[in-house]
């Protein structure tokens, strides 16, 4: 099998541009990240703050940026997908798949997919009349997971560059296993390419994925690729470091990222909220890391965090074990 196309998920609050930026200078893999979504308005210098995470200065990565947009209005979509043509953005994707519960009731997200008629006029509107061409990001549907695959048939009349697929529905969120046989059934009706995404978290569950769909256009790999950086490498089999030569530079990656936290966050609060969330995943990784996080999840200080992570646990000499 030709090196695989890997997609870095998109995850709120996470997978930012100060993220991308320090992962893709310490780690390979990735080839593309389609980045958190954005809420889509009437683009105005006023409302321009919502791109902000998407300028290109502030984006000095290798890996190929695609922004995401949540929608159910084609007027807003329009124009922002316009004003993201103009940054350079020739790929955008529509946001159809978010499982929060008050963003599904709003007919957004997940919560367009019982609705096919209102999808499709709102692509009949957009397709036209936007310069960049146009991905989307599903679930199987919102309640009900046959919701997407009726959808299916007439979205293979529409030009649309690519359909990333999460199996699962929105009442789900991330629990109950992954729906494969409902996966395997989209990619047998889809005309348009397919990236698969969903609980990728080791490069035997890949291979594992990898040999049932082997056509397949892309991976997207979202929580685990938090929780182990080297996730990217080691499915793409770039590096055999040694653990002792991960920890360092999981070590690195921690540090750079702390710095780059610290230039864009205002105070002291955002910033552990920041390392905080992280840690929820990076913990994983770590032998000890359960105890490890709970006591960072207790500490509001950053020179605590530092006396904590830094000096003790960083010294100890802890097993990284993915
Ligand atoms: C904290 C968090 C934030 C997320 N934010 C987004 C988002 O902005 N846009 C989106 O399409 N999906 C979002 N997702 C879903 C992920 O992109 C991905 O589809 C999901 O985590 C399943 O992939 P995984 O099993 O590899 O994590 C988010 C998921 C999590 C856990």
């Not at 190929?64 to 350079?88: C, E, H, R, V, W």
């Amino acid at each position: 099998m030709n090196k695989p196309n890997l997609y870095m998920a998109p995850l709120q609050g996470i997978t930012n541009c100060d993220y991308r930026n320090v992962y893709s200078r310490m780690f390979a893999g990735y080839d593309f990240a389609v980045a958190p979504f954005i809420r889509s308005c009437v683009v105005t210098s006023n409302t321009c703050t919502a791109l902000r995470d998407l300028f290109p200065e502030r984006n000095d990565t290798k890996i190929g940026l695609i922004p995401q947009i949540l929608s159910n209005t084609p007027s807003d979509f329009i124009s922002m997908a316009k004003a993201l043509y103009d940054l350079g953005y020739k790929t955008v994707n529509l946001n159809l798949g978010c499982p929060i519960k008050h963003i599904r009731s709003k007919r957004r997200g997940a919560g367009l997919l019982p609705y096919p008629s209102e999808i499709l006029g709102m692509l009949h509107k957009i397709i036209p009349a936007i310069p960049n061409q146009l991905s989307i990001k599903v679930r199987l549907g919102s309640e009900n997971s046959r919701e997407f695959i009726e959808l299916l048939s007439f979205l293979n009349d529409l030009p649309l560059k690519d359909i990333i697929v999460h199996p699962r529905i929105g009442s789900q969120m991330y629990e109950g296993e992954v729906d494969l046989d409902a996966f395997a059934e989209v990619l047998s009706l889809s005309k348009h390419p397919v990236i698969y995404n969903g609980d990728i978290d080791s490069p035997e569950t890949f291979k594992r994925l990898a040999s049932r769909f082997p056509d397949i256009t892309g991976w997207m790999i979202g929580r685990s690729g938090i929780t182990n950086p080297f996730l990217p490498e080691q499915i793409k089999n770039l590096r055999s470091d040694t653990a002792q030569e991960k920890l360092k530079r999981f070590i690195s990656f921690h540090d750079e990222i702390l710095t780059a936290y610290q230039k864009t966050l205002s105070g002291p609060g955002h910033l552990m909220d920041k390392m905080k969330e992280l840690w929820r995943y990076w913990a994983k990784s770590f032998k000890g890391g359960n105890k490890l996080f709970k006591a960072i999840s207790k500490t509001r200080h950053l020179n605590n965090y530092l006396i904590i992570i830094v000096n003790k646990f960083f010294n100890s000499n802890p097993d990284y074990i993915n």
